[in-house]
């Protein structure tokens, strides 16, 4: 920028707690005090943050031109591509394969083979699940899995019946019979771990499995360069058509509207696409592609997870209201603890629901 435009550009990075970032963005953004450039998760907050007018429209970019139509599709609202994706994500569970390998265990495909491969652990002395419950967005991950797979093979018709206020999680109850499974055959005292430390357990082999997504690779690899990655669909009932990969465009870059640097945001969005520079940059953080200018190997996680999604056994991730989420993750902790019951947690997923789709209104 100095070359060019004889723009002198510091950059101030801002990384909150990853259980307090999304709060503390939306106040920003609520008190004209946003950031120029912020993450948010594509499918989960673009319509939200569209809405309350906290996203620069980008259609006209240059970068626009080069993303796989699969991709622009999940940050494009009301014809507008409002953000640009970094991370464009094939995703399940993750398996240590060398574990797996060594004990003759291939992944599951239903619940009833899911209980067959935990028994096999177990019997060989090999936690099946890592559980790091200290950061609480990662328990959550359970139900996102498991609810995909329930409600796109089950109840497609779940999301728009709980917006219009006609369904419940009580529909969708049998979400509890993985994550039941998972809590109670894990790895010790998970409110003492947090992700890095999950992640340094997970690559030392200290468990077979691990909810957590593939965004988890490159710390993982950090631990353990040999180790072995593994990801698969989450068996959710003994219907193997609910056992799915999840498509999702999660951490993406937008522009605030009220930004002050607008010329130098957009470029810095453009150049992380740069046909000559982005490349190395999404390899390095262990990313998959996203635009026609990637070229460069992918990974064998990812090559795993594609051929699910070759075989029609994927969905794209479910949009829901603003705070279910997070009403998730507390709610799970709680559950673990027995300080709620699973009656307990539908009510309140029930009630986090009704609020956040009036507030979407």
């Given at each position: 920028m100095?070359?060019e435009k004889?723009?002198n550009?510091?950059i101030?990075?801002?990384?909150?707690n990853?259980?307090?970032?999304?709060?503390?963005?939306?106040?920003?953004?609520?008190s004209n005090?946003?950031p120029?450039?912020y993450?948010l998760h594509a499918?989960?907050d673009?319509p939200?943050?569209y809405e309350?007018?906290?996203?620069s429209d980008l259609t006209?970019?240059?970068?626009?031109?080069?993303?796989?139509?699969?991709?622009?599709q999940?940050?494009t609202?009301n014809e507008?591509?409002?953000?640009?994706p970094?991370?464009?994500?094939s995703?399940?569970y993750?398996?240590?394969?060398?574990?797996?390998?060594?004990?003759g265990?291939?992944?599951?495909q239903?619940l009833?083979e899911?209980k067959?491969v935990?028994?096999?652990l177990?019997?060989?002395d090999i936690?099946?699940f890592e559980?790091?419950?200290q950061?609480?967005?990662?328990?959550?991950?359970m139900m996102?899995?498991?609810?995909?797979?329930i409600?796109?093979?089950?109840?497609?018709?779940w999301?728009?019946k709980?917006?219009e206020g006609?369904?419940s999680?009580k529909?969708?109850?049998?979400v509890?019979?993985?994550?039941?499974l998972?809590m109670?055959?894990?790895?010790d005292?998970?409110?003492e771990?947090?992700g890095?430390t999950?992640?340094?357990?997970?690559a030392n082999g200290?468990a077979?499995?691990w909810?957590?997504g593939?965004w988890?690779?490159?710390?993982?690899?950090?631990?353990?360069p040999d180790m072995q990655?593994?990801v698969?669909?989450?068996?959710?009932?003994?219907n193997?058509d609910?056992?799915?990969?999840n498509?999702?465009t999660s951490?993406?870059?937008?522009?605030s509207?009220?930004s002050?640097?607008?010329?130098?945001?957009?470029?810095?969005?453009n150049?992380?696409?740069?046909?000559q520079e982005?490349?190395?940059?999404?390899e390095e953080l262990?990313?998959?592609?996203?635009?026609n200018?990637h070229q460069?190997?992918?990974?064998?996680?990812?090559?795993?997870?594609s051929?699910y999604?070759?075989e029609g056994?994927?969905?794209q991730?479910?949009s829901l209201?603003n705070?279910?989420?997070?009403?998730?993750?507390k709610q799970l902790q709680?559950?673990?603890?027995?300080d709620v019951s699973?009656?307990d947690?539908?009510k309140a997923?029930?009630?986090?629901?009704?609020a956040?789709?009036?507030?979407n209104k």
């Open positions: 100095l070359a004889n723009i550009v510091h101030k990075l801002e990384m909150p990853s259980d307090q970032a999304k709060q503390i963005l939306q106040t920003r953004l609520s005090d946003a120029d450039i993450t499918i989960a673009i939200t943050y309350a007018g906290y996203l006209d970019q240059p970068f626009v031109n080069e993303l796989f139509d699969s991709v622009k999940t940050v609202y507008q591509v409002v953000a640009l970094m991370e464009s994500l995703w399940g993750l398996y240590n394969k060398e574990i797996f390998a060594d004990l265990l291939t992944p599951p239903t009833d899911m067959e935990v028994n096999t177990n019997a060989n936690k099946p559980l790091a419950f950061e609480s967005w990662i328990p959550q991950l996102a899995l498991s609810l995909g797979g409600v796109n093979s089950e109840h497609p018709d999301i728009e709980m917006n006609t369904a999680y529909d969708v109850e049998e509890f019979d993985i994550i039941d998972i109670e055959n894990g790895t005292k998970p409110f771990v947090s890095a999950g992640s340094a357990d997970f200290k077979a499995m909810v957590q593939t988890q690779a490159e710390t993982l690899l950090k631990v353990n990655i593994g698969a669909p989450l068996p959710v009932s003994n193997p609910g056992t799915m990969i498509l999702s951490t993406s870059l937008a522009v509207p009220t002050e640097n607008q010329e130098v945001a957009m470029a810095l969005l150049f992380i696409l740069d046909g982005s490349s190395a940059l999404f262990k990313f998959n592609p996203v635009s200018v460069y190997e992918t990974f064998p996680w990812v090559d795993e997870a051929q999604v070759s056994r994927a969905y991730d479910l209201p705070g279910v989420t997070d009403e998730t993750a709680s559950y673990y603890t027995k699973k009656e947690v539908i997923l029930d009630n986090a629901w009704a956040g789709a009036r507030g």
